[in-house]
C-alpha cells in the first residue's frame, strides 16, 4: 500500500508542536468541533489594528483626551466580540464522511467532506484549507453542506489525505479560528494510462478461440443472394424465391468476437509500472469501444465483463500491484 505524503499546511510546524496536538485532541472523521479543538489568534489585519489601538490609548492618556479613549474602548470591545463570534461560527460544528473518488495517477484528487449544522444559526465563511485551493462554504441553520478540495495528484495505490485545517475569519476578519483534522480513511488512486498504447490485443485465451470456433457461420441474419451450386438446402428462402422467380439463398454474418482478452505477464513494457500503464490503456481502450474484457492478473483472473463494477475492481487490482 503507498504511503500517503504530508499536506503542505503542515510543512514547517515543529515536531514538538505536533506532538502536543496528537495528545491534546482526537483528529480523525467524525468530529464535532469543541473548545479543546479550536485554536485562535489575531489575522495581519488584527495585529495592525491592536497596535494601533495601542497607540491611540498611550496617546489618549498622555494627553488626556477622552474622545480617544472611549473609541479605543470601543474597538477593542468589538474586537473582543468578534473573536468570540469567530470561536462560535466554529464550535458544535459536525465533521463526518471524508471520501474521494478514484481517479488516475498525475491527477488531483477530489476530496469530500460532509459538514453538519445541529444549530440554528447559519454558519458563514468557512474555509477548508489543503495543498490545493480552498474551499470556501457556508452551512446553513439545521442544515448538511457536502465541501470538495483538490488534494495533490499521487501515485498510484492507496493513501490519506494528511492533515488539513477548517477555518473561518467571520465577522469582522480579525481574528482567525482554525482546527485541524487528519483523515485516516484511505482512498484508491488507480495506474496513469500509457499516453501511446499499442493495439488493443484481439487474440484471446484457449477458451476464447473454441468459442468463436464453435460459431461456425454465426447466427446474424445479412442478406440474399442467388443459389449456388453447393450451398445447403436448409438456407434456400422458399417464399423469397417465388416471389423473384429465381432460387435464392439466405447468407449469414460471422459474428465477430468483441471480447478482449488482456495479460499483464504478455504486455509489452520495459518494467511493470510500463505494463501496468499499458494495461490500463488498453482497459480503458476497450470501455470506450463498448467491449468486454477479460484481465490476466498471474493466477487472478477478472472477468469477462464491460460493467462498471468489473472496471473498477480491474482497476483497483493493478492499483495494489
Given amino acids: 500500500m503507498a504511503t500517503a505524503t504530508g499536506s503542505p499546511v503542515e510543512t514547517g510546524r515543529p515536531k514538538l508542536l505536533d506532538r502536543w496536538l496528537k495528545r491534546r485532541t482526537r483528529l480523525d472523521l ?3 468541533l469543541a473548545y479543546r479543538r479550536i485554536f485562535i489568534l489575531p489575522t495581519r489585519f488584527g495585529w495592525m489594528l491592536g497596535l494601533l489601538m495601542g497607540a491611540m490609548l498611550i496617546g489618549s492618556l498622555n494627553f488626556n483626551n477622552n474622545l480617544g479613549l472611549l473609541t479605543t474602548f470601543i474597538v477593542a470591545a468589538t474586537a473582543i466580540n468578534s473573536m468570540l463570534l469567530a470561536f462560535r461560527n466554529l ?10 473518488r478514484p481517479v488516475h495517477a498525475g491527477k488531483p484528487v477530489p476530496w469530500r467532506l460532509t459538514a453538519v449544522n445541529h444549530c440554528e444559526r447559519n454558519r458563514d465563511g468557512l474555509r477548508l484549507k489543503g495543498p490545493g485551493p480552498d474551499a470556501v ?23 490519506r489525505p494528511g492533515r488539513l485545517r477548517i477555518e ?13 483534522i487528519e483523515p485516516t480513511t484511505p482512498f484508491l488512486v488507480w495506474p496513469q494510462p500509457a499516453e501511446h498504447a499499442p493495439p488493443l490485443p484481439e487474440g484471446g485465451d484457449a477458451q476464447s478461440v473454441q468459442r468463436r470456433q464453435a460459431r461456425e457461420e454465426g447466427e446474424d441474419f445479412h442478406s440474399l443472394r442467388r443459389w449456388r451450386e453447393g450451398d445447403p438446402l436448409h438456407r434456400i428462402a422458399w417464399k423469397a424465391s417465388q416471389r423473384h422467380q429465381t432460387l435464392l439463398s439466405r447468407q449469414f454474418r460471422r459474428e465477430q468476437s468483441r471480447e478482449v482478452f488482456l495479460s499483464l505477464e504478455r504486455a509489452p513494457g520495459r518494467d511493470l509500472e510500463e505494463r501496468i500503464r499499458i494495461v490500463t490503456a488498453w482497459i480503458l481502450r476497450a470501455e470506450a469501444e463498448n467491449r468486454s474484457w477479460t484481465l490476466e492478473l498471474g493466477e487472478e483472473r477478472f472477468g469477462p465483463d464491460r460493467s462498471e463494477s468489473h472496471k473498477h475492481a480491474c482497476m483497483r487490482a493493478l492499483a495494489e500491484l
Avoid: C, K, Y
Avoid at 91 to 100: I, K, M, P, S, V
Fill in 91 to 100: 464550535n458544535g460544528l459536525h465533521l463526518r464522511h471524508g471520501a474521494a
Fill in 30 to 32: 467524525p468530529l464535532t
Fill in 137 to 159: 462554504f457556508n452551512v446553513p441553520a439545521r442544515g448538511v453542506r457536502e465541501v470538495t478540495i483538490e488534494l495533490d495528484a499521487r501515485g498510484r495505490g492507496w493513501h
Fill in 168 to 180: 473561518t475569519t467571520q465577522p469582522l476578519g480579525l481574528f482567525r479560528a482554525w482546527s485541524w
